[in-house]
């Protein structure tokens, strides 16, 4: 049983390009969450999703970042026209119930140069 | 609200020192509060975890009590090894919505 697969590992972007940062839960799981992690830092919360809804996007910044999680397919965290600040580890984590059994992905480290 | 306050560190100990890496909380509920642990490159991986006062969370060797009277889950060890060298983080979740994190403490353990 694969675990929380996240994909790239690493994306670097010039300012104002876009990133697409993809994230593929367990087997089973349909909750999924997306967290920041700004160099020297802890986890910060941004987005919780489940199937084609998002429950909860308080962590988001208001512009420029989205996020999807369709029926079919990956979540996607979207970050367009990005800046120097967009530079961290985001990490992408599922769980089956919303309850219980979370688990966190290997993260995607983007550099934005 | 919820936060999570942890030692700074780095932490830099010999092989078979001692541990403890401090941990508060503040909570508007009864939250689960958890020991995670980041190894360079990698994702959080969960060390242990407690869901209610008194109880005790224990793995490979670390333990932490979740006080409710100080509002503390510090981690401990007995007896370090250079593998544990890791950034080791306390969090709080109340519903399993949303974790929130401590910024970390990165322990360095010296042969």
């Known amino acids: 049983n694969a675990g929380v697969m996240q994909n790239p590992r690493h994306l670097v972007r010039r300012r104002g390009q876009e990133a697409r940062l993809r994230c593929s839960p367990m087997k089973g799981h349909s909750h999924v969450y997306w967290y920041r992690q700004l160099p020297e830092e802890g986890l910060k919360f941004m987005v919780y999703?489940?199937?084609?809804?998002?429950?909860?996007e308080s962590g988001m910044p208001k512009e420029r970042f989205s996020a999807e999680f369709p029926k079919e397919g990956p979540s996607i965290l979207r970050i367009q026209q990005v800046v120097r600040g967009d530079s961290a580890a985001y990490f992408c984590?599922?769980?089956?119930?919303?309850?219980?059994?979370?688990?966190f992905g290997s993260g995607t480290r983007l550099t934005v140069v | 609200g919820n936060s999570v306050t942890q030692m700074e560190g780095p932490v830099t100990l010999s092989e078979e020192a001692f541990l403890t890496i401090n941990c508060t909380y503040t909570?508007?509920?009864?939250?689960?509060l958890f020991w995670y642990v980041q190894y360079p490159g990698e994702g959080l991986q969960l060390l242990l975890k407690?869901?209610?006062?008194?109880d005790k969370g224990s793995n490979k060797g670390f333990e932490a009590t979740y006080r409710k009277e100080t509002t503390s889950f510090h981690l401990e060890k007995g007896s370090v090894q250079v593998s544990d060298s890791a950034v080791y983080f306390c969090a709080l979740n109340e519903n399993f919505n949303k974790f929130y994190f401590g910024s970390g403490t990165k322990l360095n353990v010296k042969p």
């Open positions: 984590a599922s769980s089956p119930s919303g309850q219980e059994g979370y688990t």
């Open positions: 999703l489940q199937k084609e809804n998002i429950i909860d």
């Open positions: 909570a508007t509920g009864y939250p689960s």
């Open positions: 407690a869901t209610k006062a008194d």
